[in-house]
T-cell receptor, first 116, second 115 residues
Framework: KAGVTQTPRYLIKTRGQQVTLSCSPISGHRSVSWYQQTPGQGLQFLFE???????NKGNFPGRFSGRQFSNSRSEMNVSTLELGDSALYLC???????????????FGSGTQLSVL | AQSVAQPEDQVNVAEGNPLTVKCTYS??????LFWYVQYPNRGLQFLLKYITGDNLVKGSYGFEAEFNKSQTSFHLKKPSALVSDSALYFCAVRDLDTGFQKLVFGTGTRLLVSP
């Protein structure tokens, strides 16, 4: 079974640009979550999608958005990039059924975004 | 709000010695606790999770974790460390306030195993 796939692996952008990151979950998984990892802030939850609906959102500005498609693939978009957006963006998938509170998440290798 | 704390930024241990990576938690309700490991330039890999009733949880790569309700701790342990265990370790708890699949992570502990 293929794991969680994130593309691209690396991205370099300049301030003010926008970027789109992609995540393909494990086959059969309907929940996709996104996390931002930085040396200073650690791992911060961005949002979670389940069956094409956002059902949870972290404390990030509106410049950060996402969506999920009918095949469970997800994209996240960051508009008007700032230097502080430089980070490793991690995607995680799970079956996501309600009540599955001890279900583990499967993480992709991440997209390393550098904003210059 | 749910939270976990990892009091050590780095743990150093010699190969062959036992290792412990500490984690304490604060939850309202039942704790759903996890350990993940991250190797350089990689995502997080699941090691183990707490299952209600089992105070000693066994996981991947010979790791285990000891759940202690009175001390609100969930320390990661391994009887004999390997150089290849050197990595960044994260403790996490399910966020029960919002439910679903959100995990709240600790700040991470870097484990360095010397030959």
């Amino acid at each position: 079974k293929a794991g969680v796939t994130q593309t691209p692996r690396y991205l370099i952008k300049t301030r003010g640009q926008q970027v789109t990151l992609s995540c393909s979950p494990i086959s059969g998984h309907r929940s996709v979550s996104w996390y931002q990892q930085t040396p200073g802030q650690g791992l911060q939850f961005l949002f979670e999608y389940f069956s094409e609906t956002q059902r949870n959102k972290g404390n990030f500005p509106g410049r950060f958005s996402g969506r999920q498609f009918s095949n469970s693939r997800s994209e996240m978009n960051v508009s008007t990039l700032e230097l502080g957006d430089s980070a490793l963006y991690l995607c995680a998938s799970s079956s996501g059924g309600q009540g599955a509170l001890n279900e583990k998440l499967f993480f992709g290798s991440g997209t390393q975004l550098s904003v210059l | 709000a749910q939270s976990v704390a990892q009091p050590e930024d780095q743990v150093n241990v010699a190969e062959g010695n036992p290792l412990t990576v500490k984690c304490t938690y604060s939850v309202s309700g039942n704790p759903y606790l996890f350990w993940y490991v991250q190797y350089p330039n990689r995502g997080l890999q699941f090691l183990l999770k707490y299952i209600t009733g089992d105070n000693l949880v066994k996981g991947s790569y010979g790791f285990e974790a000891e759940f202690n309700k009175s001390q609100t701790s969930f320390h990661l342990k391994k009887p004999s460390a390997l150089v290849s265990d050197s990595a960044l370790y994260f403790c996490a708890v399910r966020d029960l306030d919002t439910g679903f699949q959100k995990l709240v992570f600790g700040t991470g502990t870097r484990l360095l195993v010397s030959p």
